[in-house]
């Protein structure tokens, strides 16, 4: 494969990175509920996990692969993919929505995400974002608020 150069990231451009490492395609995850089943309220809870998520990994759009969201199937309003294409640099994205597995006893009105992303960072480096409701998901990575 030819060597390929790239213009400087903003990780890059804040001083997080001493020495360039390579990069690596990354998950990062993130989850949250919503109150009722109404296009404001899925849209307020997806802008709030996303801002969330961008704002504890810098995370940059254009850096961004892909995004799956999954909506449990009692939140049907509006597809939290069409809020994100909303915001500024995500209209060029791929996203997808789908519909979460309906298990006997798990929560409910709850949106998952799984963004797949090019970063230097490891993935351990990464701040998966658990909020509301969904924070009971995954108690070691809920942000409390």
Same mark, same amino acid.
């Given at each position: ?6 213009p ?5 451009q ?5 020495t ?5 395609v990354?998950?990062l &995850? ?11 309220? #899925? ?16 995370l ?7 995004v799956?969201f999954?909506a449990?199937? +009692?939140l ?5 993919a069409?809020?994100?294409? &909303?915001?500024?640099?995500?209209e060029?994205?791929p996203?997808? +929505? ?7 006893g798990?929560? +409910?009105?709850?949106?998952r995400?799984? #963004?797949?992303l ?7 480096? /990464?701040r ?5 409701r969904?924070?009971q /998901? &995954? ?7």
């Amino acid at each position: 494969m030819d060597n390929l150069t790239f213009p400087a990231h903003t990780y890059q451009q804040t001083g997080i990175l001493a020495t360039p490492i390579q990069w690596r395609v990354r998950g990062l &995850r993130g989850a949250t509920t919503v109150g009722q089943n109404t296009k404001e309220a #899925i849209a307020a809870a997806v802008d709030e996990l996303l801002d969330a998520l961008e704002t504890n990994n810098l995370l940059d759009p254009a850096e961004i692969v892909s995004v799956t969201f999954s909506a449990t199937p +009692d939140l049907d309003a509006i597809f939290p993919a069409a809020v994100a294409r &909303r915001r500024p640099g995500w209209e060029q994205v791929p996203l997808l +929505d789908v519909q979460q597995m309906q298990v006997k006893g798990s929560l +409910d009105h709850c949106i998952r995400v799984l #963004i797949h992303l090019n970063t230097p960072l490891p993935q351990n480096a /990464l701040r998966h974002t658990y909020l509301r409701r969904a924070a009971q /998901l &995954r108690p070691d990575l809920a942000l409390v608020k």
